[in-house]
């Protein structure tokens, strides 16, 4: 399966993230962490009150039959002596008793024991056997102790009853908190193995592959996203150090190009002068020098070109400025290009008055040399190549205006990337890709703008926007004592 279709599958998915799911996780088991140990104290504390329940009742019960055992001592001696430490005995045992009583069902039993109990006890005084009355007091205090521990009895038996039925709860919330976990842990297990290492393993394997020099290495953009973020990002890096390798190669192959021409048209010229032939007649010569000075001067553009790319690479691109008037500049450039074609005618129209900048003079005609070339080299079946001045506001307006083979709309941001070449073949025309950047870097470093307006078949206008220098300032600086270039300004039309 190719990589693209893997990432759109991928893509469609549902997204899953990491993180999410970790902390999902952490938080199922944190709140199945908690219900446990809510369980286990709601446990522990049934239980702890069932056994206080169990210890009362059981010391109640205990006292209880104690007391049925005083009640029939009392009723079988006739020692009157015994008698009274038995009834002694009875009460307090029966004061102990109603203090652990623990239900009003309970005390609604107690105290039906007092009373008859009481009554037989005054019947019976002395060494005489109890009289039928005291008697039937004596069975009814005897039944209504029978009937307390009974309902203590009962008692018990809701208390343990109680301790079971936590006891099973307790079993079934363990129980199912384990198989819980067990799912819970065994799941992640299984979806950081599935569905996390195997796309990071693999991300891990691109990369190595692309650092060993496989440029065609990219990953798939597969698991959680924060996985398929890093795979896109690799694969976004990849493949624009691919297209920056490519355009490197590409440049290697068109600085190549553009070195072989003018080489071999200068060799050609120095074999007509070779010393063992005789010199061609002097309208040749100079011909001759004619074209090799074309071929210097394209050279020592190349070079420039390649010194400048070195230097806004490092972010040492250096512009000395001044001031003076753009006009001055126009004729040191129209003057260089004058002869370098012998098809096209350089058209200059310009204000009178001044157009005063704050510039680097040598990189300004840098920029307008290599525009006024491009237009040159790309409209081969045209007749002149248009440069046009004018004031605005606050900005001066630099504009070389050629009739040749356009470019198409879709193309024209592109321009001023580095190694950039649009729309025909390097072999048809000549080229680096490097001009139009760096001059987008020069006129940048003197806080301007360039601008391109173009069709094809119909041409391209390039305009240079360039800050106006105050109008104070001193006048224009006369460069042609340094470059040699007529510096006068003209009147429109060349
Ligand atoms: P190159 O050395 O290739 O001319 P540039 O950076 O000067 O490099 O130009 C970049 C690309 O822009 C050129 O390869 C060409 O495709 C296009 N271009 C520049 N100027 C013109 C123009 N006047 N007409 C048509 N295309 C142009």
Redesign the pocket.
């Known amino acids: 399966m190719r990589i693209d279709e893997a990432t759109d599958r991928e893509m469609a998915r549902p997204q899953q993230s990491l993180q999410r799911i970790l902390t999902a996780i952490t938080v199922a088991m944190t709140v199945l962490a908690c219900v446990v140990a809510a369980m286990l104290v709601g446990v522990t504390s049934a239980i702890g009150r069932a056994n206080a329940t169990l210890v009362r009742e059981g010391e109640g019960i205990r006292l209880l039959e104690e007391a049925e055992l005083d009640i029939l001592l009392h009723e079988r001696t006739r020692e009157p002596v015994i008698r009274r430490e038995v009834a002694g005995s009875l009460r307090s045992r029966l004061r102990m008793a109603g203090r652990l009583v623990s239900s009003a069902d309970e005390q609604r039993e107690f105290v039906r024991v007092e009373a008859p109990l009481e009554a037989y006890l005054k019947a019976t005084p002395g060494d005489g056997p109890p009289s039928t009355e005291a008697v039937s007091h004596l069975e009814a205090a005897y039944a209504a102790l029978e009937s307390v521990v009974g309902v203590k009895l009962d008692q018990i038996e809701t208390a343990s009853q109680g301790v079971d039925d936590w006891d099973r709860l307790a079993d079934v919330v363990g129980v199912s908190t384990a198989t819980l976990i067990l799912l819970l842990s065994g799941g992640l297990l299984w979806w950081l193995n599935a569905r996390a290492f195997r796309p990071m393993l693999a991300l891990a394997r691109s990369m190595e592959r692309f650092s060993q020099g496989d440029r065609g290495a990219r990953a798939e953009v597969a698991g959680p996203s924060e996985l398929r973020e890093m795979a896109l990002r690799f694969n976004q890096m990849a493949t624009a150090i691919a297209a920056q390798r490519e355009a490197q190669m590409t440049f290697l192959g068109?600085v190549a190009h553009?070195l072989r021409n003018p080489l071999s048209v200068l060799k050609v010229a120095v074999a007509n002068l070779r010393s063992d032939r005789p010199l061609p007649p002097e309208p040749k010569v100079r011909k001759m020098l004619e074209m090799v000075g074309r071929q210097v001067g394209r050279l020592e553009r190349m070079v420039t070109?390649l010194v400048d790319l070195a230097g806004i690479e490092a972010g040492k691109l250096q512009v000395k400025l001044e001031r003076y008037d753009l006009r001055a500049l126009i004729g040191g450039v129209t003057e260089l290009f004058e002869g370098g074609s012998r098809r096209h005618r350089l058209v200059v129209s310009m204000p009178d008055e001044e157009v005063p900048v704050r510039a680097d003079p040598l990189r300004i005609e840098q920029v307008l040399g290599?525009?006024v070339?491009?237009?040159i080299?790309?409209?081969p079946e045209a007749d002149r190549v248009e440069i046009s001045l004018s004031r605005r506001v606050s900005e001066a307006l630099l504009c070389?205006i050629?009739h040749?083979?356009?470019?198409r709309e879709e193309?024209q941001s592109r321009?001023?990337e580095p190694f950039?070449?649009?729309?025909?073949s390097?072999e048809e025309?000549?080229?680096?890709?490097?001009?139009?950047?760096?001059?987008r870097q020069i006129v940048e470093a003197h806080g301007g703008r360039i601008e391109?307006q173009?069709a094809p078949d119909r041409?391209?206008t390039?305009c240079v926007y360039l800050p106006l220098a105050p109008a104070e300032a001193a006048p224009a600086v006369q460069r042609d004592e340094v470059s040699g270039h007529a510096l006068e300004p003209r009147p429109n039309g060349h």
């Not at 025309?429 to 001059?439: E, K, T, Y």
Request: hydrophobic share 45%.
């Open positions: 068109g553009d070109d290599n525009l070339s491009n237009a080299k790309y409209s070389v050629d040749g083979i356009g470019i193309d321009l001023f950039r070449r649009v729309g025909f390097a025309i000549p080229g680096a890709g490097l001009g139009l950047f760096v001059v391109v173009s041409g391209s390039f």
